[in-house]
Nanobody, 124 residues
Framework: QVQLVESGGGLVQAGGSLRLSCAAS????????MGWFRQAPGKEREFVAA????????NYADSVKGRSTISRDNAKKTVYLQMNNLKPEDTAVYYC?????????????????WGQGTQVTVSS
């Protein structure tokens, strides 16, 4: 069982930045692909960004591409999501996910474990 704890969410004005963190409670963090997803009120959860186990493959949703950077620190067992130039439409609960399946990084089915989420609110 892997526990994921997100942090770094909050209230920010449009154009601002936030850095989300997700700490994993596993000795084998490097065995997991890591992803970020988000769910806005009244909408389905959607893919944001993901990084492969090796860190060599990174995917972004078109909606955040160019504004966000995902990274992982295997020594700290943590994955980060740096978000810049935030927009009101980025407002959502952001979830971290971990998975071992060799599947599409942007698919929820790739991931076995999910965090509780951290709220990001962007005011206009």
């Amino acid at each position: 069982q892997v526990q994921l704890v997100e942090s770094g969410g909050g209230l920010v004005q449009a154009g601002g930045s936030l850095r989300l963190s997700c700490a994993a409670s596993t000795r084998t963090f490097s065995n997991y692909a890591m992803g970020w997803f988000r769910q806005a009120p009244g909408k389905e959860r959607e893919f944001v960004a993901a990084v492969s186990r090796s860190g060599f493959t990174i995917n972004y949703a078109d909606s955040v591409k160019g504004r966000s950077t995902i990274s992982r620190d295997n020594a700290k067992k943590t994955v980060y999501l740096q978000m810049n130039n935030l927009k009101p439409e980025d407002t959502a609960v952001y979830y971290c996910a971990a998975g071992t399946r060799r599947a599409t990084l942007s698919s929820e089915t790739t991931y076995d474990y999910w965090g509780q989420g951290t709220q990001v609110t962007v005011s206009s």
